[in-house]
T-cell receptor, first 114, second 113 residues
Framework: NAGVTQTPKFQVLKTGQSMTLQCAQD?????MSWYRQDPGMGLRLIHY???????DQGEVPNGYNVSRSTTEDFPLRLLSAAPSQTSVYFC?????????????FGEGSWLTVV | DAKTTQPPSMDCAEGRAANLPCNHS???????VYWYRQIHSQGPQYIIH???NNETNEMASLIITEDRKSSTLILPHATLRDTAVYYC??????????????FGTGTRLTIIP
C-alpha cells in the first residue's frame, strides 16, 4: 500500500515555465487536496476535490489549476511559474468528505522558481 | 472558521511526558480536533483526533476540556524521534460536507537528551 505518492520530489523552474505536480493515492479516497507550505505560515489550501470530476478552490488558488479525471489522481498545474510560487507542496487524501476521517499526506514536492 | 492557538515552541526531556496545549475557543459542536506532526522535510503525519471524549492510541493521548475550548496532546514517553512541529487542527465542514483543514504555525517540540 503506497498511500499518497507525489512526484517530482524536487524541481527548479524558470519564471514563466509551466509544470505539473503529480499526486496519486491507492486507497480509493474520495477527498483529495493540495497545500503549500511556506516558512512561518503553516499549510495553506490551494485546491481540493470531493470526487472525480469535482474540484473547488481553497485559500490560495491563483496561478494553479487542478483536475480530477479519476479517483486516484489529482495533478496540480502551475500555468506560468512565478518566484512567489517557490514553496513546498503537499498532496493529501481522505476516505470521504466527512469530519472524523483521517487525512493522509504525501511526502512533499520542493519547488523553486528562479 | 474555528482557529487554533499553540505555543510556538516547547522543550521536553527524553523519557518524560510531553504535554502540548492548544486553544480552540471558537470551535463548533460538530468540529473535530486533530493533531498532526511534521518532522523536518517530511509530510504531516496523523497522530490522533477527537470530538468530545478523551482519546488514546498507540502514539498519544488527547485530552479535550469539557467546554471543548482547549485540548492537550500527551506523548507519554517522549523520545528523540518525537522532535517535530506539532499542529493542532480543527476540521471545518463547509458547503454540503466539503471541508478544508486550517493549519496554524504549530508548536516546535524539541526533545532534549
Amino acid at each position: 500500500n503506497a498511500g499518497v505518492t507525489q512526484t517530482p520530489k524536487f524541481q527548479v523552474l524558470k519564471t514563466g515555465q509551466s509544470m505539473t505536480l503529480q499526486c496519486a493515492q491507492d486507497m480509493n479516497h474520495e477527498y483529495m487536496s493540495w497545500y503549500r507550505q511556506d516558512p512561518g505560515m503553516g499549510l495553506r489550501l490551494i485546491h481540493y476535490s470531493v470526487g472525480a470530476g469535482i474540484t473547488d478552490q481553497g485559500e490560495v488558488p491563483n496561478g494553479y489549476n487542478v483536475s480530477r479525471s479519476t479517483t486516484e489522481d489529482f495533478p496540480l498545474r502551475l500555468l506560468s511559474a512565478a518566484p512567489s510560487q517557490t514553496s513546498v507542496y503537499f498532496c493529501a487524501s481522505s476516505l470521504s468528505r466527512t469530519p472524523g476521517n483521517t487525512i493522509y499526506f504525501g511526502e512533499g514536492s520542493w519547488l523553486t522558481v528562479v | 472558521d474555528a482557529k487554533t492557538t499553540q505555543p510556538p515552541s516547547m522543550d521536553c526531556a527524553e523519557g518524560r511526558a510531553a504535554n502540548l496545549p492548544c486553544n480552540h475557543s471558537t470551535i463548533s459542536g460538530n468540529e473535530y480536533v486533530y493533531w498532526y506532526r511534521q518532522i523536518h522535510s517530511q509530510g504531516p503525519q496523523y497522530i490522533i483526533h477527537g470530538l468530545k471524549n478523551n482519546e488514546t492510541n498507540e502514539m498519544a493521548s488527547l485530552i479535550i476540556t469539557e467546554d471543548r475550548k482547549s485540548s492537550t496532546l500527551i506523548l507519554p514517553h517522549a523520545t528523540l524521534r518525537d522532535t517535530a512541529v506539532y499542529y493542532c487542527i480543527v476540521r471545518v465542514a463547509i458547503n454540503f460536507g466539503n471541508e478544508k483543514l486550517t493549519f496554524g504555525t504549530g508548536t516546535r517540540l524539541t526533545i532534549i537528551p
